[in-house]
């Protein structure tokens, strides 16, 4: 829509804003190429990572061996060790990598707790906040405006920020090195309120009316009128909850302590880097494909919604 | 369940978890700056204003001060100017725009902590690939430049351990992690930008893209940038994965990179000293939210010409 904004020629603007007659301009391809380098570096680690998830450990330090390494079978020390012939211990790097991964460390476990973790917090945070919206926007009642006025307030509030009081609170009552304390701090999500409030605010009193007509609970309302209203701002919210907590490193290190049966992928991604030595490249940097991989790959099939979700913060 | 009454069944619940996971921890962690507290200890002492005067007076955290504030300062403007410079190259190349927008949005998506433990290595003084590709530029033009020409020489830089590297790597990371963010705001914003201005700033003589940059896009964008400098500047003060990956103890080479959050996590968690974990989270706070309520206040005063 906008085609022309950085175009330092209006009159070559013109033709090419449409698209459908190529032509070769210098400024266009000068823009290319900064945006392909920019690309180039944006791909780096991703190259490195995926890269060195393939290769042997030999190849890794000599840096040969191109994206894929040569794919050479070589000795595994760490069996050998365990008394096995030389010959039997000869493995295919691609396989050590990312077998290495799964059972050296319990990464399926790790993985597992992931998506607890993730989809219990988001759960209680749509049965928290939806009655909320709810409340806040179609019933009227005195107090309503000081509780949109509290919520305005909590929005400033990181919850990164009180990780510490939280912790110390969370101790107190014996709740660290537990899934409770994995999830309890992010079961009230403000900015959820905030959002599912501003778009029930768009939807019309005569639906709730003639479903009030139809003798309909208040409760059954929310659940089976208003929700499948607000599927897309739900399905927006959840990318960005879901993302913003399977990534999430600085509470579960907090509260996560030593107890391997509770970490989550980043955690354990963590505790793999601590006694890395060099035979471990291989099989860490597959630990990190895999814990990476999940939301790449959901990304790259519904970018539009992945974006939509994640910049929804950016709706006021 | 009668009307009149649902309204404390359905807001009741959300009320109750923002007052105790929101409100009490800022009145604890402020009742607990003003003490020795330890867990495990409950002899705490009143101190008065002590943790607050070490906060402000000791050399650790005037480290800790400047390494947060270069990093905010460092990655804020390049995230912000990264992100409006990719959303306005994305938007007016006829052709592929998407694929890079999908490109510089995948480091938003990765977990931080994994791409920083990738970093790490891709910096590693002998088995990176960074240094290894540097070495290969040597006995070329680039040695006229004399940095480079004294990393062929000696070493090309230790990026991550070097103290005059460490907080600047740290922060090109932050910036590689965030820009893609930002420019996907940008350009939803562009998209928002009527077409009609572009013609009516044209017929008023706007005849170079930076007229039309400066007269329409820039003031039209306005909203979308004090959000974009809010949400980076609160982003970026809370950074912590990288710093704890590349430097779980001490905050690295020299404390150049002692953030505030990894502050808080050493000085509390680690080292068990809630008093001035607490006093830290307070200046903490203090700093996102007063950022928060400038940019409601720029909001409200309407920072955009329409």
Redesign the interface.
């Known amino acids: 829509?906008?085609?022309?904004?950085?175009?330092?020629?209006?009159s070559l603007a013109k033709p090419?804003?449409d698209?459908s007659v190529f032509r070769f301009s210098t400024t266009?391809a000068m823009?290319?190429a900064?945006?392909i380098v920019?690309?180039l570096?944006?791909?780096?680690?991703?190259y490195?990572?995926v890269s060195?998830s393939l290769k042997a450990p030999s190849e890794?330090?000599t840096?040969t061996g191109g994206f894929f390494g040569t794919q050479e079978l070589f000795r595994d020390d760490f069996c050998i060790k365990l008394g096995n012939a030389a010959e039997d211990c000869m493995v295919r790097p691609i396989i050590y990598n990312y077998t290495t991964a799964f059972e050296k460390a319990p990464l399926l476990r790790y993985m597992l707790n992931g998506v607890i973790v993730t989809f219990s917090i988001f759960i209680i945070q749509v049965i928290?906040?939806l009655?909320?919206a709810?409340?806040?926007s179609k019933?009227r009642?005195w107090g309503?405006e000081t509780?949109f006025a509290?919520?305005l307030f909590?929005?400033?509030?990181?919850?990164?920020?009180?990780?510490?009081?939280?912790?110390?609170?969370l101790?107190k009552v014996g709740l660290t090195n537990s899934y409770a304390a994995l999830i309890?701090?992010w079961?009230?999500s403000?900015f959820g309120?905030f959002l599912m409030r501003q778009f029930f605010m768009t939807v019309p009193d005569d639906l709730i009316d003639a479903a009030?007509m139809d003798g309909m609970?208040?409760?059954s309302i929310?659940w089976n009128v208003m929700l499948p209203t607000a599927i897309p701002a739900l399905l927006a919210f959840a990318i960005f909850s879901v993302?913003a907590h399977?990534?999430d490193?600085?509470w579960p290190?907090?509260v996560i302590t030593g107890n391997r049966d509770l970490f989550t992928?980043?955690l354990g991604?963590?505790e793999f880097?601590?006694d890395a030595d060099g035979d471990n490249?291989g099989p860490?940097?597959a630990t990190?494909v895999v814990?990476?991989t999940p939301?790449?790959v959901a990304?790259?099939i519904a970018?539009r919604r992945?974006?939509e979700g994640?910049?929804l913060?950016?709706m006021? | 369940?009668s009307?009149?009454r649902?309204?404390i069944?359905?807001?009741g619940?959300?009320?109750l978890?923002?007052f105790v996971?929101?409100?009490?921890?800022?009145f604890?962690?402020a009742g607990?700056s003003f003490t020795n507290y330890s867990?495990g200890n409950d002899g705490a002492q009143f101190v008065g204003f002590q943790n607050y005067e070490r906060i402000f007076t000791r050399s650790t955290y005037e480290k800790m001060f400047i390494a947060t504030f270069t990093y905010v300062g460092v990655v804020v403007p390049l995230t912000v100017g990264l992100g409006l410079g990719?959303a306005?190259?994305?938007?007016?190349?006829?052709?592929?725009g998407d694929i890079?927008k999908?490109?510089?949005?995948?480091?938003?998506?990765?977990?931080?902590?994994?791409?920083a433990?990738?970093?790490e290595?891709?910096l590693h003084p002998t088995?990176g690939?960074i240094n290894?590709t540097l070495t290969r530029g040597c006995g070329t033009f680039l040695e006229n430049w004399s940095w480079y020409a004294q990393g062929c020489e000696r070493t090309f830089p230790l990026w991550l351990t070097d103290r005059d590297y460490a907080i600047w790597t740290v922060s090109f990371i932050g910036v590689?992690q965030g820009f893609?963010?930002n420019m996907?705001?940008y350009l939803?914003g562009?998209?928002s930008?009527p077409?009609e201005l572009?013609h009516a700033a044209?017929m008023d003589g706007a005849?170079?893209?930076?007229d039309?940059?400066r007269l329409v896009?820039w003031p039209m964008l306005g909203?979308?940038t004090v959000?974009v400098v809010t949400?980076s500047c609160?982003r970026s003060f809370?950074v912590?994965?990288t710093v704890?990956?590349f430097y779980?103890q001490g905050g690295g080479p020299g404390k150049s990179v002692f953030v505030m959050?990894f502050a808080?996590?050493e000085k509390?968690?680690q080292q068990n000293l809630?008093g001035i974990?607490?006093a830290i989270?307070v200046v903490?706070?203090g700093f996102?939210?007063m950022l928060?309520?400038i940019q409601r206040w720029l909001?409200e005063r309407r920072v955009h010409y329409t």
């Open positions: 829509m906008t085609d022309a904004v950085l175009d330092n020629t209006p090419s804003s698209g266009e823009k290319h900064v945006l920019g690309a570096i944006v791909l780096l680690p991703f490195v990572m060195y890794i330090m840096q928290v906040a009655p909320c709810y409340a806040l019933l009642w309503r509780v509290l919520v909590c929005l400033l509030i990181p919850v990164h920020a009180i990780a510490l009081p939280l912790y110390i609170m101790s309890i701090p079961t009230i403000v309120i009030r609970s208040e409760y929310i993302v399977w990534n490193y600085f290190r907090i992928p980043p991604l963590r880097k601590g490249f860490m940097m990190a814990i990476v939301l790449i990304f790259l970018q992945f974006i994640i910049t913060s950016g006021k | 369940m009307p009149s649902a309204h069944w359905f807001a619940p959300a009320i978890l923002m996971i929101l409100i009490l921890p800022i604890i962690a607990l867990l990719a306005l190259l994305i938007n007016s190349v006829t052709r592929f890079y999908t490109i510089y949005f995948l480091p938003v998506m990765a977990a931080l902590l994994a791409m433990i990738v970093w290595f891709a088995i690939i290894a590689w893609g963010f996907v705001l939803a562009l998209t930008i077409r572009y044209e005849k170079s893209g930076w039309r940059f896009t909203p979308t959000f949400i609160i809370q912590f994965d704890e990956a779980p959050m808080i996590y509390a968690i809630m974990g607490a989270t903490f706070l996102v939210m928060t309520l909001v």
